[in-house]
């Protein structure tokens, strides 16, 4: 009976797993083949080619669409991980007035979709100059990603004794060295989490940067990529497809690289409330 039970549970997996690998698969193999066109009578190409991956450098502008990604990647992850780490460590060992529901109002603001506010973030980029910039988009993607990194990081630190602190300060250490030297080394884990999930957003945004950017040269990956269905690379599926795969091999590295660091971090922030 156990192992029928077993079996039963092998098989969803394996299931659940062709689902979400097919499509990628698909992309892959398709990047290969000789020719434009995405519907052909065979999903495994009989004749290969990698003129798809060449023609991404020299005939479109996707250099300039991945570096732009992570630029901003990069640029909101720092961001978030400041705020995630001085906000985390705020609501966790000080004790203000309004702490209880100054956790909730963050929370409540990450729960609002950002279409939401789309109109607002329009006005306000506009009024202070960075409308256009991809500057203006990383401060709202950084900041914004910061309200649930601030909960996940603050149930984090209550994880840590406070007895940690007591400790340094009875030896003689400052605040801030007792932060820098015992808490930051142990804070790690959480923060490269937080970078990893901020970079893997703003890697993949699209519709603030639809919107808000209207220079070609600003253009993230993902704005980028829909020139692939309209535009001056309009039908070239193969070519679009090559793109796909170069484009996610930079979320790819990050992600295998610190993934321990990521189940490390969810799994002990999330757990203690």
Not at 44 to 62: A, G, S
Not at 95 to 110: R, S
Not at 117 to 126: D, T
Not at 225 to 236: D, E, V
């Amino acid at each position: 009976m156990k192992r029928r039970k077993v079996w039963h549970v092998r098989l969803l997996v394996i299931i659940i797993t062709f689902v979400v690998i097919f499509p990628f698969l698909l992309i892959v193999l398709n990047s290969f083949k000789v020719g434009q066109s995405i519907y052909n009578s065979s999903i495994i190409p009989k004749e290969y080619t990698v003129e798809h991956y060449k023609n991404i450098f020299l005939d479109t502008d996707f250099r300039f669409w991945i570096v732009n990604s992570l630029y901003m990647g990069i640029s909101a992850g720092i961001i978030t991980v400041i705020v995630t780490m001085f906000g985390g460590y705020s609501f966790s060992r000080f004790a203000f007035k309004g702490k209880k529901y100054g956790l909730l109002f963050l929370l409540i603001v990450q729960m609002l979709p950002i279409s939401v506010s789309m109109v607002a973030y329009f006005k306000m980029l506009q009024i202070v100059g960075l409308l256009n910039t991809l500057n203006g988009i990383i401060l709202i993607l950084g900041f914004g990603n910061s309200a649930i990194g601030i909960w996940l990081m603050r149930n984090y630190m209550n994880a840590i004794p406070k007895e940690l602190d007591e400790s340094a300060y009875l030896d003689g250490a400052s605040r801030w060295k007792t932060f820098w030297r015992i808490l930051f080394p142990l804070m790690l884990p959480m923060l490269i989490t937080q970078f990893i999930m901020t970079f893997i957003g703003v890697y993949n945004e699209y519709m603030l940067s639809a919107i808000l950017l209207f220079d070609p040269a600003k253009y993230p990956l993902g704005v980028g990529l829909k020139s692939f269905m309209a535009g001056n690379y309009a039908g070239k599926w193969a070519t679009f497809s090559a793109a796909s795969v170069l484009g996610s091999l930079p979320i790819m590295i990050i992600f295998y690289s610190l993934q321990k660091y990521v189940v490390k971090g969810l799994t002990k922030g999330a757990v203690k409330a």
